[in-house]
């Protein structure tokens, strides 16, 4: 697998932003570009990252194409088609999404996300924005969520079978399946079983921690690696018998040094486990 991040430095240079990943230590970015990129930028950051030996891991297409609100449904499916096309104009493994809310926050629960309704819905959606673009070199996937459809491997293996597209495949977040204390006591079980169920259509993983408070009402709470609950040997162990191109992207820290914090608690799990990185 291939260890990633974001990347503070910045910069409108390919070359400077492939050396400024490669210092980092990381052999995976996320896509420094967005869907208004032209042509020649794109074909340009592509190349950069070619010759750095640096997967392109994801492209974001973080909205709500599932929302109640027709309108906000119709641009954030736009959106989507656009970010898919960047994924493929770049080469990059996917293009990521969650499958959003039925709720007024587009990343929150709601009552509907879990029914059979809502289901359809996302079936038809990723069938719409897979349809639109036709991609050859790259996968839409939605990262799997707590509150809503897919939260489970099984879950996400009947959506893959209901969408039927041969190019929409699987963002792994295992932290977002730890939704329960049984889970969260048992994330060895939880990630082999995970990745070992959807494994072949894994294009790309993201590498956080969970923590689960000690108050009277069940309270998780999302932390650097290496100060929670996920069992990372398992993870990356299981991880490395995927694709050796497979990413696995770090997120959600407020800076540059938690980020190096995290990237060496995680390599010194790899050390031990005899990974490679």
């Known amino acids: 697998m291939r260890l990633g991040g974001p990347v503070f ?18 052999r995976a970015a996320y896509c420094p570009l967005d869907a208004d990129a032209d042509d020649a930028t794109v074909a340009a950051y592509a190349a950069a990252a070619a010759e750095a030996d640096v997967v392109i891991a994801e492209v ?3 909205s709500n194409s599932i929302a109640s609100d027709e309108a906000v449904r119709r641009q954030s499916l736009d959106k989507c088609i656009r970010q898919l096309g960047l994924a493929e104009r770049i080469g990059a493994r996917c293009c990521v999404n969650i499958a959003g809310s ?3 926050v587009w ?42 459809l897919p939260d489970s ?6 959506l893959i079978e209901a969408v039927d597209r041969e190019r929409f495949g699987v963002h ?14 048992d994330t060895t079980s939880l990630l082999t079983d995970t990745i070992r169920a959807l494994g072949p259509h894994v294009r790309s993983c993201h590498a956080k921690d969970v923590l689960l408070g000690d108050g009277a009402i069940v309270h998780l709470d999302e932390i650097r ?32 040094e938690q980020y190096a914090a995290a990237a060496q608690y995680i390599r010194s799990v790899a050390d031990a486990e005899g990974v490679a990185l």
């Open 172 to 185: 792994l977040d295992p932290v977002n399946l730890v939704n329960c204390p049984r889970r969260y006591f």
């Open 9 to 26: 430095e910045k910069t409108t240079d390919p070359q400077a932003w492939a050396a400024a990943v490669k210092a980092l230590g990381y």
């Open 153 to 158: 491997a099984d879950s996400y293996l009947e």
């Open 225 to 256: 690696p290496g100060l929670g609950k996920l069992d990372y040997a398992t993870y990356l162990r299981e991880l490395d018998k995927l694709d050796p191109d497979t990413p696995l992207m770090m997120e959600h820290l407020p800076d540059a």
């Open 102 to 104: 039925r709720g007024p």
């Open 60 to 62: 974001g297409a973080w």
């Open 107 to 148: 990343h929150g629960p709601h009552g509907d996300d879990v029914t059979d309704a809502t289901f359809d819905l996302i079936v038809r959606t990723v069938r719409e924005i897979v349809d639109a673009v036709q991609p050859t070199r790259t996968y839409y996937t939605l990262e799997m969520m707590q509150w809503v």
